[in-house]
T-cell receptor
């Protein structure tokens, strides 16, 4: 069966520090991968998605970047965190094609102080 | 991209059916309707999806109108653990698989 792993679960980082959040998927190949962010009390915002290795699409301009070095690995990064980067970050995957559902990871709660 | 409209909140008595409506009047012919829910501080959980026919699984039923401009998610016997934000989403994109764009959802409160 397919599983998605996301870590760490919580993170407290100072302003100006770098960030690296990792997400891996098991039990499938060539998935679509996604990073979402949820600010406190608000809906989920799609940040990045990827349909293949090295292929990244950014949905909103921001202080973050994403990379997909391997088929089932998706990384969210920042060189210098801002206070506004605080939030709940979720990774998700979906199979290719129009009918498959998304499976979300358990999320990382990032607090920038 | 087709947009969805949902009531911001609803209440339901425990043991009763919860009927959550969603309008998606600009949906196109090849777009699916998806329902997810998010319990506080957890990742969203897939519930059900459909294209034009009604669908049922162990969690819920999805009723899509014939013109596909609206749908209803039905939780047949709501429990306290069904308290969550429910998102109705129309999936955009083509053969590569589309993006899920979340709206604000409906906050369902199941009360004893």
């Amino acid at each position: 069966s397919q599983t998605i792993h996301q870590w760490p679960a919580t993170l407290v980082q100072p302003v100006g520090s770098p960030l690296s959040l990792e997400c891996t998927v098991e039990g499938t190949s060539n998935p679509n991968l996604y990073w979402y962010r949820q600010a406190a009390g608000r809906g989920l915002q799609l940040l990045f998605y990827s349909v293949g290795i090295g292929q990244i699409s950014s949905e909103v301009p921001q202080n973050l970047s994403a990379s997909r070095p391997q088929d089932r690995q998706f990384i969210l990064s920042s060189k210098k965190l801002l206070l506004s980067d605080s939030g709940f970050y979720l990774c998700a995957w979906s199979p290719k094609g129009g009918g498959g559902g998304y499976t979300f990871g358990s999320g990382t709660r990032l607090t920038v102080v | 991209d087709a947009k969805t409209t949902q009531p911001p909140s609803m209440d339901c008595a425990e043991g009763r059916a919860a009927n959550l409506p969603c309008n998606h009047s600009t949906i196109s012919g090849n777009e699916y309707v998806y329902w997810y829910r998010q319990i506080h501080s957890q990742g969203p959980q897939y519930i059900i999806h459909g294209l034009k026919n009604n669908e049922t699984n162990e969690m819920a039923s999805l009723i899509i109108t014939e013109d596909r401009k609206s749908s209803t998610l039905i939780l047949p016997h709501a429990t306290l653990r069904d308290t969550a934000v429910y998102y109705c989403i129309v999936r955009v994109g083509g053969l590569q698989g589309g993006k899920l764009i979340f709206g604000q959802g409906t906050e369902l409160s199941v009360k004893p």
